[in-house]
Every structure is written in C-alpha cells, then in structure tokens.
C-alpha cells in the first residue's frame, strides 16, 4: 500500500496527509455488514484478495480506440493501471483557460494544490478514501481559468491492461474557476474482461461561483473486477453543477457522489443508470449538503436489474436550518427483469429548516405489461417490446446529458446491452 | 371470402364472463359500428381482437381471411393486417414516435419478406401520412403519447394506422374524450383511410361520431351479446331512444 507513495519526493504536507490516510485506514481496515452505510454491499472479496498495488503497464492506442467517442480534438488524460500515459494522451491544443496534468507531475511543480488536495474529501468518509489517500499513485489535474468558456470537454479514460490482478488508486482534483463553463467525463474500462483488479478512486471537485459544469462518469469495469469511487463536490455560490453517474461492469461497484451546496443560489442536478446483470452488485450513495438557503437539489437514479443481480441506492439530503427556501427532490427508480433480482432503495432525509420543499419517490417494478402489449399491437414481436422499453427506460435518463456525442455514446452502451 | 367472422365468441377476465356469444361477420371494405352502454363488452371484444392478455377466450372462433385468428399473437395479428385503435393510448417515455412507427412499420415489412425501410424514405411517408391528421413534423420527436392531450393520443393512433395501413382497423371509443375539432380531424383521418380492401370496426358509445364517419351496418352489444343489427338509421334511433328499451331485448340472464 504504500510502496507507491516513494515514487512522488512528497512534500511535507502531502507526507502528512497520506500518513493520516494510512493511519486511518489501518484503525478501521475494509466496511463490514455491521456498518450501515455498507450494510447491503460486502465488500468481504475485496478485502480477502489483498490487491497489492498494480503494476505499471502499457497499452496501444489501438486497443483503446473502443472505448474513445466523441470529436477527435476533444482534450484526453489516459490513465494506465492508474498511472498518467503521455503517448496516449491528447493534450496539445488546450482550449484557452484550461491547464491539465497527471497529478504525479503537478505534485513536484504545483505548490497551490495544497490548497485543495484532500481539503475538501475528508480523510475518513469511508476507508476507501483513507485507503485512496494513502496510496493513490497518480490520477488527473483539471484546472479552469475564471472566466473560460472551453467548448469542449475534456476526457479522462482510466483503462486497467490485460492481465492485471492489482489495486489502481486514482486521485483526482477538478478545479473550475468562477463564472466558466467546463465539462469533464470520466471513463473507467478495462481491456481484460474477466479480470478481477480494484479500482479505487477519489475526485475532488470545485466548482467556482456563478460556474456551469457538466460532470459525466462512466463505469465499465471487467464484471468481475471491483470498482469503488467517491467524489465529492464543493459549489460556490450561483454555480450550477449536472452529474451523470453511469455503471454497467464490476461484480462490486460503489459509487458515492457527496455534494455541497456552500453557498446561496446553487443548483445541483444528479442523474444516474445503473445496469445489473448475472450476480452483479451495484451500488449507489449520493449525499447531498443543504447548508444555505435557496438552493435547488435535483436527482434522478435509474436501474435496471437482470438474472440475480443486485442494486443498492441510497439518497441523503441534509437540510440546515439556514438553508430556508431548498428545494429537493430525489427520484430513484429501478427496472427487475427477473425474478431474482433485487434492490435496496432507501431514501433519507434530514432536514431541520422548515420553509423548503423537499420530496422524494422510489418505484420499484417489472416491464408494464400494457406497454409491451401496445407494442405488439403494432405489430413488434414480445422480446423486442421488451428490448425497447428497457432501452427507453435508460433513454429517458440519458437525455438529461447536455453534451450530444456523450448521449450517443451512453445509448449505444445500453443498446449493446439490451441486445446481447 | 368474408374479413372477419365471429361465431358465438366468449370472452372473461379472470372469473367474470364478458363476452358471451358474439357472432358478427364483416366484409372487406365494410365500416361496422358496435354500439351499446357501458359495461356491455364492447372494448373486451375490441381488445380480444387484438389479443390483449388480461382477456380469456373461452369459446367460439374468430376467422380473420379464413385463418384462426385467436391462435395468432398480438403482433402475428398485427402483421396480417389487424390494428386496434386504443380507447386509452399508452404512454412510452423514451421512445419517440418516429423511432416507434419506424419499428412497428418495419416488423410489417419484415414479416412479410421485405426489407426494412430506406431511412430517407421512411421520413418521406411519413410525411404524407402527417397530412393525415393535419399534423407538423414536430410530433415524430416527442415520446409516445407522452404528456399528449386527450386528442393528440387519439390522433396519433389514427397516425400510426395510416402509416401501418391495416386490413381490418378496430376503433375502441376512438371519439371519446374529443372537443370538436379533434373529432372532425379523426373522423376526417378515418374517412381518407376508408378503402373497397380496407374494413373497420368503430366501438362507440355515441351516434356522434357516425355523423363524421358513417357505417354500414350498425350492432347493438348489450349484456355481453348483439341484441340488434341493422343500417346506419339504427344509430339514430338509438340516439333518439337511448338504450334501455334494448336490455328488454338481451336474452334472459345476460346483464
């Protein structure tokens, strides 16, 4: 676990912060069942395989071209086995206001990351985060200028090589400056299908006053490797921030999205499809801090659930009593083919100022049968009804994605999958 | 050979017996208008047509073009040429209606032998059979049915029967819950679809709408069974009379 920090000549204060990582993950080891925010997820295989840190490795820019959509002059970080790869990278021509990095670099030459760093997740919100912190070996710096209106988005793709049975901890840190416009996506896949690995990542996100960011995470992990990510969120005041939080692989995978609205007049909108098959699990958290006033929360998760997988969906929403006028409103719903698939849906709200308005609903069903049958009456055979209404189901969702080739890329993920 | 011919069909849903014994023959080219008050079993037999799955036959038999159509699925029925208009269009979020009408106009061709669709001149039909129910493009973007007013449901089944182009159309109730101008519209979609190979079947629980369409035999369903058959004048008289003097006519048992 700690052979990776000696690559980076630390300086003192991220010394202190992996050590506190360290030491905070050596008192608490991996979740058990008996801690209730991992009640529904064991994550037992993860802590019984003892990952060691994975190797360095090295893959073509042809066996990644599969997993790159969008325009070709969009800026791209490809992460390797957790570790920055130039060659694959496409960072020539920036547009204007945007700077990126792998960490590793920016650690030796960029003093302000101080700043922000392990500021804004704290060491112990779960011990994967302690475990993170004190071994992430490198991940992606994004950093935006005030003012800057990039046009494109920038692409992170972290791709595990074939063959690795390692553990990857990847930290990242997105910093937007007031008033610009940015969009950033994160793709994690792999080119060992059947591998079983860890992934472990952490992204801090910063998101300046009066800024609009689009945030777009794709998970596609080997199904039988494991994929656990925490970011965390900090928004200025009128910022506007959109979260796009997709999974299809992993036999465990965890995401938990935290977002604080710390300042008056911001607005957060979650979105998530999650896609379960075979024993799958897969499992999300999203918390989301009220801490002033007239603010507006918005969440929408979907899933859907097939041979006996299993989905896990928990939405916090805390209100402070300054944060008169919230507006909340958390939508999960979840989609079972089969009869031996289930979900644990648990909405949970705490809200302690009384002028807000503040719903949530979670529906949990199989295909609408009148809908199938009104497919057929068109003349459109029953497993194809089917077929279409899971897509439509996870089309509604994915047209909340503002960027166009991103929506293309995230239906053509879905269809693979209805069709297979 | 006749289109449709019914012979002493009985329908329940669970335990409850609907239907119980129609027995109607329709001609290809002919409009026939089922009539008859609430709870009588016109859009059960509507939607056993159809093939609609919350529905049991439980006996008699259904010939469409000679074959037996009660062994046929709903979508082999709708491949040969049966279309059922909804009295309650269902909703699909996330599938848009030029994506749908694409799908179920190509499973028509493709169970037919053809190929699917040229794309380009999929667009181009659809855009005569838009002129139809006097509609714009706009609406092929817009999901199924969903969010659509009362009316522009029931268009857009008239659309989706245009564009199918079936050989026996059932209209469950399609003019309830129009204004005025949405009737004329569907009325005026229906009538350009009417054709000497092309048959319809109108379930209504009012004469209005056969001022706009006009049929050629009109049938009386009280208590699960025809009770009356005859012209168009036989609506009139209906709207005149109302039903109840009919349920003396239903034979003793039936509701």
Known sequence: MTAVAERVSAPAWLAALRAKGAERFAATGYPTSKDEDWRFTPVAPIARAEFAPSAPATVTAAALRPFIFGQAEWPRLVFVNGRY???????GSLPAGMTVSSLAEALASDPSLEQHLGRHVAVDVTPFVAENTAAFADGAVVQVAPNADLGLPVHLVYVTAPGTAGASHTRNLIVIGQSARAALIESYVTLGDADTYLTN???EVVVGANAWVEHVRIQRESEKAYHVGLTHVEQARDSHYRNFTFAMGGAISRHDLHVRLNAANVEALMYGLYLGRDEQLVD???TIFHDHPDCRSWEVYKGVLDGKSHGVFNGKIFVTPEAQKTDAKQTNRALLLSDTATIDTK???EIFADDVKCTHGATVGNLDTLMEFYFRSRG????????HLVYAFCAEVIAEVAIEPVRTE???LVLDRVNE | MSML????LTASVGDKEILKGISLTVNPGEVHAIMGPNGSGK?????VLAGHPAYTVTGGEVLYEGEDLLELEPEERAQKGVFLAFQYPVEVPGVSNAYFLRAAYNEIRKSKGLEEADPMDFIDLLEEKLKVVEWGPEIMQRSVNHGFSGGEKKRNEILQMAVLEPKLAILDETDSGLDIDALRIVAEGVNKLRAKDRSFIMVTHYQRLLNYIVPDFVHVLAGGRIVKSGGKELAHELEAKGYEWLEDLAPAGAA
Do not use: F
């Open chain 1, 284 to 286: 999300n958290h999203t």
């Open chain 2, 5 to 8: 011919e019914i012979k002493n």
């Open chain 1, 410 to 412: 995230l239906e053509r």
């Open chain 1, 347 to 349: 909405p949970q709200l």
């Open chain 1, 201 to 203: 990542v952490v992204s």
């Open chain 2, 43 to 47: 859009s059960t037999l509507a939607q």
């Open chain 1, 380 to 387: 459109i055979p029953a497993e194809a009804a089917r077929r």
């Open chain 1, 85 to 91: 790869d130039a060659s694959l990278s496409t960072t």
